[in-house]
C-alpha cells in the first residue's frame, strides 16, 4: 500500500535474509487454474455437489485405477462410510496402525467398534501381514491398512491374507494419490479406498476426500450413505423436469463434497502427476545428499513400488549425534520447518483407556522420525540448507 517508503539497499537485504528465508514443510500449489475453476462454479450457480462432483469422481477414480469414485467431505468420513458398508459395528475388532493420523482409529470407533492396534515394518512405516496376523482374533472383522505419508503397502500380499481370514480390508489412501504398488496406482484392485484432499496431501480441495470401490452395487450404496439416505441424488432431482419424490432407505449422514472443491479438485488432478514426478526428483536429490551422514535414514520406494513422496521423513539411529527432537529445534532455530515423525495414537490420550501390544516399530519411528521440508517451490538452495543443519549437528 506504502509508496514513501524506500527501497532496501542490498546490504538490509543481506541482513534480513536470515530471518526472511524460511522452508516450509509443505506447500500446495494452488494456481489461477484452481481460482478460475472455484469462481466458475460459483458464476454458474450450482454450488452445492453437482456435475463438477460427478466429473471429478469419474475423473479420480480412472486417474487411481478403480472403477467408481464417491467424493466425499473428508478422508475421515470416508473411513467411516467404508466401515458403514462393511457392516462393521458394536462387538467388532478393526486392525489398526497405531502409527498413523489419528482420523484412522477413530473412524473405528465411529461405527462402535473396538480398534486394535497393530505394528508396523520400519522401513515402508506399514502393516504386514505378519504384524497383522499377531493381532488378529475370532473377533476381528477387518483391517485398515494406510499407505503411510505415500509408501504402498504389500497390496498383493495383504490383500491375500485379508481374503483368506475372511476380514474386510480398508485401505487408507490419504496420502496415496499418486503411489504405485507392482506397477499400478494404488487404487486399482483395492476393494475400497479412501482418499484425501486436505492442503498437507498431494492435491487438494481445501478440505475433501474420495472413496474409490471397483463395485457399483457399493458404490450406490456409498452415494446414498454421504446424502442423508436418500434413493435420489439432490442434483438428480432438481435437473428433473418432473417431480420427483425423494424416499429415505437408511440413517445416513450429509457427507457431501461442493461443486467449488470438485471445481478445484478437477484442476488439482491434472497436476498430479506432474508433482509427484516432481516430489520423487527433490527425494531422489535429499537421498543422495544425506547418502553420507551416518545415522539418518531416509524413506525410500518399497521393492513392489513407488512412493509419491507425500512425506519425505527420516529416521534418526544411535549412530546420530543429537536427538530427534534437538534436531528438530535446530531445523527451527536455522528457519527449517519440519515435523515430527508420524504421530502414534496408542500415546494419545484419546487411546490411554487401550492396551495394545508392544509395538516397538511404531513407537521408535515415531520417536526417532523426522519429515523434511518437500513441495514444489523447494529449491536446490533450500536442500543444502536443510541438510547443511543435519550435516553440522552429526559433525557435533
Ligand atoms: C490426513 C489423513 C487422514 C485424514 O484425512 P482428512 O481428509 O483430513 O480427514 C486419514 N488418514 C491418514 C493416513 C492421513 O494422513
Known amino acids: 500500500m506504502s509508496t514513501t517508503s524506500q527501497p532496501a539497499s542490498p546490504a538490509d ?5 536470515p530471518q526472511a528465508r524460511r522452508i516450509p ?14 469462481a466458475d462454479a460459483v458464476r454458474s450457480g450450482w454450488v452445492a455437489q453437482g456435475p463438477r462432483v460427478a466429473r471429478f469422481e469419474r475423473e479420480f477414480a480412472a486417474v487411481v485405477g478403480a472403477g467408481h469414485g464417491v467424493a466425499v467431505s473428508s478422508c475421515t468420513t470416508a473411513l467411516h462410510l467404508a466401515l458403514v458398508v462393511l457392516d462393521v459395528g458394536p462387538g467388532d475388532e478393526v486392525i489398526v496402525p497405531s502409527l498413523s493420523f489419528i482420523a484412522t482409529a477413530n473412524a473405528v470407533r465411529y461405527v462402535g467398534a473396538t480398534p486394535v492396534f497393530a505394528d508396523v515394518d520400519l522401513a515402508t512405516g506399514n502393516l504386514t501381514v505378519e504384524t497383522v496376523d499377531a493381532v488378529r ?9 494406510v499407505h503411510q505419508g505415500g509408501v504402498p503397502f504389500d497390496v498383493a500380499a495383504l490383500r491375500r491374507a485379508a ?12 496420502c496415496a494419490a499418486g503411489s504405485t504398488a507392482y506397477g499400478q496406482p494404488v487404487g486399482a484392485g483395492a476393494h475400497i479406498a479412501a482418499w484425501s484432499f486436505h492442503p498437507r496431501k498431494i492435491i487438494t480441495t481445501g478440505e475433501g476426500g474420495m472413496v474409490t470401490v471397483d463395485d457399483v452395487d457399493l458404490a450406490a450404496r456409498l452415494r446414498r450413505l454421504r446424502e442423508h439416505g436418500m434413493n435420489i441424488s439432490a442434483a438428480d432431482r432438481h435437473a428433473s423436469a418432473q417431480p420427483v419424490l425423494e424416499a429415505y432407505l437408511e440413517t445416513a449422514y450429509n457427507y457431501r463434497m461442493t461443486d467449488i472443491q470438485a471445481a478445484v479438485g478437477i484442476v488439482q488432478l491434472g497436476r498430479l502427476a506432474g508433482l509427484v514426478a516432481q516430489r520423487r526428483a527433490l527425494a531422489a536429490r535429499y537421498q543422495q545428499m544425506l547418502a553420507d551422514i551416518d545415522g539418518v535414514l531416509p524413506v525410500r520406494d518399497p521393492a513392489y513400488g513407488r512412493t509419491n513422496y507425500q512425506s519425505f521423513w527420516v529416521l534418526l539411529t544411535p549412530a546420530f549425534r543429537a536427538g530427534r527432537d534437538e534436531v528438530l ?6 528457519g527449517v520447518s519440519a515435523r515430527r515423525g508420524i504421530m502414534a495414537a496408542h500415546l494419545e490420550p ?21 519429515i523434511l521440508p518437500l513441495h514444489h517451490a523447494l529449491t536446490e538452495e533450500d536442500q543444502h540448507h536443510v541438510v547443511g543443519v543435519l550435516h553440522a549437528l552429526a559433525r557435533g
Open 329 to 334: 529445534a535446530e531445523l527451527a532455530r536455522q
Open 350 to 370: 484419546a487411546y490411554a483407556d487401550v492396551r495394545p501390544a508392544p509395538l516397538p516399530v511404531t513407537e521408535r519411528l515415531t520417536r526417532d522420525s523426522l
Open 13 to 17: 537485504v543481506r541482513a534480513a535474509e
Open 25 to 38: 514443510v509443505m506447500i500446495p500449489l494452488l494456481g489461477e487454474e484452481e481460482a478460475e475453476a472455484a
Open 163 to 174: 481374503d483368506g481370514w475372511g476380514v474386510g480390508l480398508v485401505e487408507d489412501a490419504a
Open 137 to 145: 482374533t475370532p473377533r476381528t472383522r477387518a483391517v485398515i491398512a
